[in-house]
């Protein structure tokens, strides 16, 4: 496939077109994925996590800066929530980064996280995995803590930043449990503001007190930035090498690590398939509609209603 | 058209003039829409107005300008999309404009004026009608 030519050599609009397909679920792009597949893994993965405003994007934009400075190049995939009022979306962490947009060295791309079932993280990936294929030596991925799919995309990430600021250690219901257990680095950032020393040991208490601490011999920092002023962000690059060399240090942990990333992305898909073919097939016949009346009307039970859509499903062929 | 293409628009306010409320009350009117809206932020050349609307493979672009830069601004932009053969990417333009202006940025390529007194809901129509997602 000619595509498949021009997304290897870093063509910047048939990337760009590329991943607009697979956000929009166009067959083809699944095709040209499947070739693209042996021409992954080559990128380094940093998933950039945290709360709404605590300087995610303006942490991205000075990473970029620095890694671009070493001849590094780099793709962003900067994801934001769907409305789930009007499925639109306003995509506005370009706002920070715009100081790369000429470099041919950096491609950035905005990403909604559209439908419910399993849409983020199934496209995401997919995105990755092109600006991967497109020959990207950095992918970094910024989204935003508030649900379960950042602890999804956290399993495409090589290294997992979770960014802080100061005052948050203090209200732990803010930091849920899951997002303490996939951090590899803690980033406090806003650190000119007061309170940092508190928020460290926090943070340090908690992440010491977590059940899955010292994952694989790693364990995680907690470094103090302040991306506005481009301050701690060699330091962190530093650190995220440092996690990077621990990876590849060991091959039985490296070997488990491709496993549960292989693992994950396959079931992931397999259930995002199933989903979305079963929805497709009931909301364009009606039948799901139907189903909800008679639900309803208790004329059936959710239970078996489920269980004839997908028994019917899985009779039939998969497209 | 695939019902899942959703409209994707940059909303994008070069030239040097300081405030973005109008952008930003466009880009909430999309968002409501059901569009995804690429917000750049202020202060951009036309060159990175275009390279980011590539990069994001955007349906269009919707610029707005309050100091008067817009008769280089706006066809600017048009111009540099079809050097990037991208001129299938929708311009359009907003903000206050002399009259006599709107004919002649039309007539350099920007698909649509938008003045002030617009009301929101028909410059989403206007959209709707207009631009195609993915280009189909
Ligand atoms: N004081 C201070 N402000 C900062 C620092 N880093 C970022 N900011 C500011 O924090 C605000 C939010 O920054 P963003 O980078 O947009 O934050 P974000 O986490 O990407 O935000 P969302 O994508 O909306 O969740 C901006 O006004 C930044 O200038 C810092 O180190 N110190
Ligand atoms: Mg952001």
Redesign the interface.
Known sequence: MEIVQKIKTGD??AV??L???I????PEAREVLKELYSATGNAYVIGVTGAPGVGKSTLVDQMVSHLRKSGKTVGVLAVDP??P????????D??RM?RH??DEGV????M?T?GAFGGLTQSTRSAIDVLDAMGKDYVIVETVGVGQDEVDIVRSSDTTLIVLVPGMGDDVQALKAGILEVGDIFVINKSDREGVDKTVGDIRLMIEMGEKRYKDGWRPPILTTQAAFDKGIRELLDEIEKHRLHLLSNKTMLSKLRYEKAKSDLSEMIKDKIAKEIFIDITSSGEFEEAIKSIIDKKIDPYTACDKIVSAKLKSNIR | M?K???V?VLVAKPGLDGHDRGARII??A????????????LH?TP??VV??A????VDMIGLSSLAGAHMYLFPRVVELLKE???DDIVVCGGGIFPEEDIPKLKNAGIKEVFTPGTPLTEIVNWVKENVN??GV
Do not use: H
């Not at chain 1, 956000?23 to 166009?26: E, F, K, L, S």
């Not at chain 2, 590539?54 to 493979?57: L, P, V």
């Open positions: 910047i609009r760009a077109r991943i607009r397909d956000d929009d679920n166009i769907t409305s009022f009007s499925g639109g979306a306003i995509l506005g370009r706002v715009q947009s000429m491609f950035i791309r905005s909604a559209r | 695939n899942e293409r959703r994707r880009a909430r999309y968002r409501d829409a059901g569009f995804e809206v690429v917000y750049s932020g951009q060159e990175e390279q980011a590539i990069q994001e493979d990037k053969n991208a997602p993915g």
